[in-house]
């Protein structure tokens, strides 16, 4: 019964990957992430991505105060920003996020502050997007390790 | 057979790797691929943190002579390589890849340099700076087992047996000593084809067409 659970857990945990994949949100370097973790890190792709949550939570917040600032002006502490989001993102595998930060960065080079609010708008929705995602996967993911299978988790 | 294993484990040392990075997630994911690879990791956020680690203080803050070593109350850990990030706030990459250089202790040691941005310029001039490789980010596997060949360079000087150590894979024919701009060695080209992707050093690589097309597939992104 254990195994049955365990098995349907890593196919919907699959499921759920290749359809990141499919749309984009995630690429090939979160699949690196998964392959760094063994029995020696068994919790890699947790720890990074609990990480990778609280620094971006903070960026957008950054962010947000920088573009609600009616006198701002400060372009490039929004670059710097910018570039720690887009690093991050990039190094967990976190595609779309990072594509928006480019063309984010792109209109804060442009001293476009309306591009900026739109870039902004739609950064936060494609994070929230992903992280509600990868939060599912996490969970399923706890769940495998602690090998509670046998029944499936009710969501709520 | 077993005699080359015995061989091989008395020849095995563990690498110390330096590794520094502003970004924690990047550390995080730098040490986890080194360890994967048996190295021993130091991790340190800043350039200044890495000169410190290395036993170089700067002297010039108080009197305008170039650093020195510190020889101060605590040891000098061994290093056999630095791995950098380019874009840190204060120090960059490049900066610290001076000093080390400018350094009589500490100029032997392979540097190695990563960056996000794909930059020519850029990479030419850490490998002309004495940058063993520059490496794009994300930092893969298959780019942590190029560093091998540099370390044991470092080791080989005295030491004939890690030479045939480095050739004992299924390849039958002798290699040359790597030189810094030289093509890697059978084994690590092996292991670097889990990925099938052969980004990285020389510029000829940043500047290949499929590599950049690589790097910009997807960026359709308009606001």
Not at chain 1, 65 to 77: A, G, P, Q, T
Not at chain 2, 127 to 150: C, M, N, T
């Amino acid at each position: 019964m254990l195994g049955f659970g365990a098995d349907r857990l890593r196919a919907d945990m699959n499921r759920l990957l290749a359809l990141l994949f499919h749309q984009g949100v995630l690429d090939e370097q979160f699949l690196q992430l998964q392959q760094l973790q063994d029995e020696t890190s068994p919790n890699f792709v947790s720890e990074v991505v609990t990480i990778y949550f609280r620094e971006s939570e903070k960026l957008l917040t950054n962010l947000r105060e920088l573009l609600s600032d009616r006198d701002f002006s400060d372009y490039k502490k929004m670059g710097i920003h910018l570039n720690h989001f887009m690093g991050s993102s990039s190094s967990i595998g976190a595609k779309r996020v990072k594509n928006v930060c480019v063309a984010f960065r792109a209109a804060s080079e442009q001293n476009n502050r309306l591009g900026c609010f739109r870039a902004l708008e739609l950064l936060e929705h494609e994070y929230c997007y992903l992280k509600n995602k990868l939060h599912e996967f996490l969970q399923m993911e706890q769940q495998r390790i602690m090998g509670a299978g046998a029944r499936y988790p009710i969501q709520n | 057979m077993s005699c080359f294993a015995s061989m091989n484990m008395a020849n095995e040392t563990q690498f110390h790797v330096l590794a520094v990075d502003d970004s924690l997630i990047d550390r995080k994911l730098i040490e986890r691929l080194l360890k994967t690879s048996s190295y021993q990791v130091t991790t340190v956020d800043s350039g200044s943190k890495a000169l410190e680690f290395l036993g170089l203080v700067e002297e010039d803050q108080r009197n305008p002579s170039p650093p020195s070593v510190c020889s101060n109350h605590h040891q000098v850990v061994e290093v056999n390589l630095i791995i950098t990030d380019y874009c840190m706030p204060g120090m960059t990459g490049y900066d610290l890849l001076k000093k080390i250089k400018e350094s009589s202790s500490l100029k032997n040691i392979p540097v190695v340099i990563m960056s996000s941005e794909n930059v020519p310029s850029r990479i030419n001039r850490c490998l002309e700076e004495g940058a063993e490789e520059f490496f794009l980010k994300p930092v893969r596997l298959s780019d942590v087992s190029k560093l091998k060949p540099h370390l044991l360079k470092g080791k080989t000087s005295d030491k004939p047996q890690e030479q045939e150590q480095l050739q004992h894979q299924p390849q039958p024919q002798p290699q040359p000593q790597p030189t810094p701009q030289q093509q890697l060695l059978p084994q690590a080209q092996q292991q670097s084809q889990q990925q099938g992707n052969n980004k990285r050093k020389a510029m000829e690589e940043a500047l290949s067409p499929e590599r950049t097309r690589q790097r910009y597939n997807g960026m359709t992104t308009v606001i």
